[in-house]
């Protein structure tokens, strides 16, 4: 403010254009110095993947944050959809928010997909089995 209490707005200007152009300095510096954690399980290999494509960016370790690196809610439901078909899985939103990296989601989704097998009917599975073997039976036979 001046002596009269007018509001120096090339002064407000100047400031806050400087203190945006050190924070994006400061996140630029965070990004260069980050080292790019590759991807270990087949579940982190596909979401990776995913996220490379929705993100629209190479520069993706499975331990960068989703929210920080770009992602926004509109996005979000985008993969969260992804994920559903292409795992077969039903995946609430909420477990985005919960992991928000690729290594903690994909151990979610691991683990979703290991209690969905868990919950296959030991009759039906049998039954399958059986099927199998009579399918393996009859076509070594011709």
């Not at 331990?63 to 292409?86: K, W």
Request: net charge negative; with cysteine.
């Amino acid at each position: 403010k001046t002596s009269s209490g007018k509001i120096q707005r090339q002064l407000c200007k100047e400031k806050y254009l400087g203190q945006n152009l050190k924070t994006l300095y400061t996140l630029k510096e965070q990004t260069e110095k980050r080292a790019l954690i590759k991807a270990e399980t087949a579940a982190e290999v596909i979401m990776l993947n995913i996220w490379k494509e929705l993100l629209k960016s190479e520069d993706i370790s499975i331990e960068d944050d989703f929210f920080g690196i770009g992602g926004n809610s509109l996005i979000a439901t985008q993969l969260v959809s992804r994920i559903q078909d292409h795992f077969a899985i039903e995946l609430p939103m909420q477990t985005l928010f919960d992991a928000t990296t690729i290594r903690l989601l994909a151990k979610k989704v691991e683990n979703i997909q290991e209690s969905k097998l868990n919950e296959i009917d030991p009759i039906l599975l049998a039954h399958l089995l059986k099927e199998l073997e009579n399918e393996k039976t009859t076509t070594s036979n011709c």
